[in-house]
């Protein structure tokens, strides 16, 4: 081409760099008076905690919000898989809508008298099999037989398969962002549906004469703590949980499925963790943590005190910092204060 002006390619970085850290100065900016918009949006806790809870659950999106199936009841086919010196042991699978198969393990005490239920949940790349000793070897990697050492408490323990296994492990390909980003486009989320899912799987099992459907606990690690901390939130009937692994600021560890739109000026961490009061809320980081550092998760937890003391339950709120790395404790001091919230 003749007379057409041209230049290198790195003549027009400075615009572009300029660009880029203006955003990013833009978004400092966003998150510097955010705090404060969310002391004004959480100003009434608790008086309004259950409108602080229904636009949580519309911000996390469909099926949380809808009542599309309020009158629904779901059904289970429930196969035994063996038994041990602790539980009978079934793999139960869940129709938590219509057309929605949802599974896991279910442990029920040999003795099958009525006991609390606790809800036991793997993390990212995990099964619910691999949380509970069950692989050859009894190798339970870092949940250091997380479900287990619960079970031994003397309750009944169901431990739910999410869409996070080791997909080079089993062999069983998917997408987990892309759909999260097609359920968002859809008005819900994964965080949504899988919540859903074990809330109504909840709904069958606390039908059993086994089950104290008063005495409800869930514990989980990593992603698993994620699922802990946010089902809590959205399901009253959890008595008390265990979030490991997980509760930090959320704008330093800001991934996809973990983000709704406005949640920066609504629910970060700790306003979704208020949700929880006055119920038992018991958390784990280990200082030596790969992926949540400990700085911005003490934090945060200071924010969320101020929230339990305003529910006026301090003593509900307890966070364990103990020499680890990204793994459940092995300490059964927070595993203690959680069965005396059941007991």
Partial sequence: MQNVFQEPEYTG?????????????????RRAAA???????????????????ARYLDMLGWPLNSHEFDQYIPTAEETYLGSDERADIYRVIVEAMPGLRFGGILFVARD???????????????????CSSLYRGGDSANYNDMTQRVLARGVHVFAPQL???????????????????????LGGSITALEIYCIMRSIDYLTKKDYVDETR?????????????????????????????????????????????????????DAEVAALIAPRGLRMQLGTHD????????????????GFFERAHCPE????????????FSRSEETIDLFMNDLA
């Fill in 13 to 29: 970085n400075i615009q572009r760099m300029t660009y880029l850290s203006d955003i990013e100065k833009l978004i400092a900016e």
């Fill in 112 to 130: 099958h008298k009525r006991r609390p239920l606790v809800i036991s949940q793997h993390g990212g790349l995990g099964t619910p099999e691999l």
């Fill in 316 to 327: 509900k709120l307890y966070m364990e910092f103990f020499d680890g790395t990204h793994e």
């Fill in 290 to 305: 790969n992926l949540f550092a400990e700085a911005p998760a003490r934090n945060e937890l200071e924010r969320l005190r």
């Fill in 216 to 268: 409800v606990g869930m514990v989980g690690l990593s992603y698993g703590g994620f699922y802990t901390l946010f089902t809590a939130a959205a399901d009253p009937r959890i008595k008390s949980c265990i979030a490991s692994g997980f509760f930090n600021d959320r704008f330093a560890h800001n991934w996809l499925d973990w983000t709704w739109k406005d949640a920066g000026r609504t629910f970060l």
């Fill in 35 to 53: 705090a404060a918009e969310r002391d004004r949006f959480m100003a009434d806790y608790p008086a309004r905690l259950e409108d602080l809870r």
């Fill in 163 to 185: 869409l996070l296994w080791n997909k080079e492990t089993y062999h069983i390909q998917y997408d987990r962002r892309m759909i999260d980003n097609s359920l968002k486009q």
